[in-house]
């Protein structure tokens, strides 16, 4: 039930014969330890491709489909629903397709390594390498939504040290900036965590944590730091362009599970175009729709898109709406810029104002209804060009009490709905500040 000869090049020292009845006993009475006394969901299986007696040499070779490898997951994946049905099983696999496809289809999950493309495509290289299309399950041909696609792990590079370091330029727009690389977080996130299936986020990444991987303890780089300790930065929680990324994957992860929208992220009705510098994303059920859109590139690009049915959409990130036509439509995007439109409307955003913004045109505009507001207040907005744009409550002493948003918006007319984050009741200004000028409104919260 040992094989003290290495039976593939990643090894760790012995290594257990799966082909055994003794090993596959124990492996039946550790599961059922952890299943039934802990109620554990599952398991996430290190180094899956190893469970094999095939003797291989190299890694191509260990790669390949192995008939014997997939007899041993099936009984491994019986015994565990065996134990206790439902129970999850997540393989680090990292194999050739077809044996992949037929472990996903048999009802185990396995990583989808997207890294690599997600580096290339939010560092603004429109190359081979920065195709997203491989993160769709239905892309790979599978039956089930069973891949876990991912940007990052422990064993690869962070997305933002990649921004940082190697990130593309073009003028004064720079991947490389701070603020600039933590919104092509977001963007990254917006097409990421909208592709149907199970995803995985590797710790901070949703605040943009760029220590390299390869970062030692002792302020060096080596590949045998990958494991070292890092440094814990909850100080990033207190940046706001870092807590922007945060609160933007976290409307997108809660989308998943709304009710209106769980069956998106199984639904094999998947679209779009996942290469080039003008990307889209679609995925349609009977009642729920979602479009996401987003620029690559670091200049203005245009593309084509034809939302799945017309009406007024919803973007999720900046409430704002869009009225859509069902027809081909062009849009327009700044560098780093998407939205992710919604066909109901999820978030209550306010469709209608109290009354009409009147604008010139050249100058920010803004007003605020409810007024006196309760837990949420609208902000009618116009921008004459688009802005970064931040929504800071202030007191009658000029004291900032909360920010409540700093995000990148468009040009023209658009409605923001604000939370007013446990600030306590009372009367406030609401304070709206952009390139193009400063609005401040009072604002009674109740």
């Known amino acids: 039930w040992f094989n003290p000869t290495a039976r593939h090049p990643f090894n760790v020292g012995f290594d257990m014969n799966h082909e055994s009845p003794d090993t596959k006993y124990f492996f039946s009475r550790v599961v059922q330890h952890w299943l039934q006394e802990y109620k554990l969901d599952g398991f996430r299986f290190d180094l899956s491709k190893g469970f094999t007696q095939v003797q291989s040499n190299n890694v191509g070779e260990?790669?390949?489909?192995?008939?014997?490898?997939?007899?041993?997951?099936?009984?491994?994946?019986?015994?565990?629903?065996?134990?206790?049905?439902?129970?999850?099983?997540?393989?680090?696999?990292?194999?050739?397709?077809?044996?992949?496809?037929?472990?996903?289809?048999?009802?185990?999950?396995?990583?989808?390594?997207?890294?690599?493309?997600?580096?290339?495509?939010?560092?603004?290289?429109?190359?081979?390498?920065?195709?997203?299309?491989?993160?769709?399950?239905?892309?790979?041909?599978?039956?089930?939504?069973?891949?876990?696609?991912?940007?990052?792990?422990?064993?690869?590079?962070?997305?933002?040290?990649?921004?940082?370091?190697?990130?593309?330029?073009?003028?004064?727009?720079?991947?490389?900036?701070?603020?600039?690389?933590?919104?092509?977080?977001?963007?990254?996130?917006?097409?990421?965590?909208?592709?149907?299936?199970?995803?995985?986020?590797?710790?901070?990444?949703?605040?943009?944590?760029?220590?390299?991987?390869?970062?030692?303890?002792?302020?060096?780089?080596?590949?045998?730091?990958?494991?070292?300790?890092?440094?814990?930065?909850?100080?990033?929680?207190?940046?706001?362009?870092?807590?922007?990324?945060?609160?933007?994957?976290?409307?997108?992860i809660k989308l998943r599970q709304h009710p209106w929208y769980k069956a998106n992220f199984t639904s094999n009705r998947i679209g779009g175009q996942l290469n080039g510098n003008f990307r889209w994303l679609q995925t349609t059920t009977d009642s729920s729709n979602i479009t996401v859109v987003g620029n690559f590139d670091v200049v203005a690009q245009s593309g084509t898109v034809t939302f799945q049915n017309a009406g007024t959409w919803y973007d999720l990130i900046s409430n704002t709406t869009f009225t859509a036509t069902g027809t081909p439509q062009n849009i327009n995007l700044l560098p780093g810029e998407y939205h992710v439109y919604v066909n109901r409307n999820v978030n209550n955003v306010g469709v209608t104002p109290v009354s009409n913004l009147v604008t010139n045109g050249s100058r920010l505009d803004a007003g605020v209804y409810p007024n006196p507001a309760r837990q949420q207040f609208v902000v009618d907005l116009y921008l004459p060009a688009a802005a970064s744009t931040s929504f800071d409550l202030v007191n009658g002493a000029g004291q900032v009490v909360r920010s409540l948003r700093q995000s990148f918006l468009p040009r023209g007319r658009q409605l923001i709905t604000l939370e007013r984050a446990g600030v306590p009741a009372g009367t406030y200004y609401l304070r709206i500040a952009a390139k193009s000028g400063t609005r401040v409104l009072p604002l009674i919260l109740q």
């Open 62 to 252: 260990w790669n390949q489909y192995d008939a014997s490898r997939v007899t041993i997951w099936k009984g491994y994946y019986d015994t565990v629903q065996l134990k206790s049905s439902g129970s999850y099983v997540i393989l680090e696999h990292l194999g050739d397709n077809p044996e992949e496809k037929e472990l996903a289809n048999y009802g185990m999950m396995l990583w989808g390594k997207m890294s690599d493309q997600y580096y290339q495509a939010a560092m603004g290289f429109a190359n081979s390498n920065a195709d997203l299309s491989a993160g769709l399950f239905t892309n790979r041909g599978w039956n089930a939504p069973h891949l876990i696609t991912y940007a990052e792990s422990h064993d690869e590079e962070r997305v933002m040290y990649k921004l940082r370091r190697f990130g593309n330029s073009s003028g004064s727009y720079d991947t490389r900036n701070l603020n600039t690389a933590l919104k092509r977080m977001e963007l990254v996130g917006a097409f990421l965590f909208t592709i149907p299936g199970p995803k995985m986020l590797w710790q901070f990444g949703e605040l943009g944590y760029d220590y390299a991987r390869d970062s030692c303890s002792n302020g060096s780089f080596s590949d045998q730091c990958n494991v070292d300790m890092k440094p814990i930065r909850w100080n990033y929680n207190s940046v706001p362009e870092r807590r922007n990324v945060y609160e933007v994957w976290s409307k997108l």
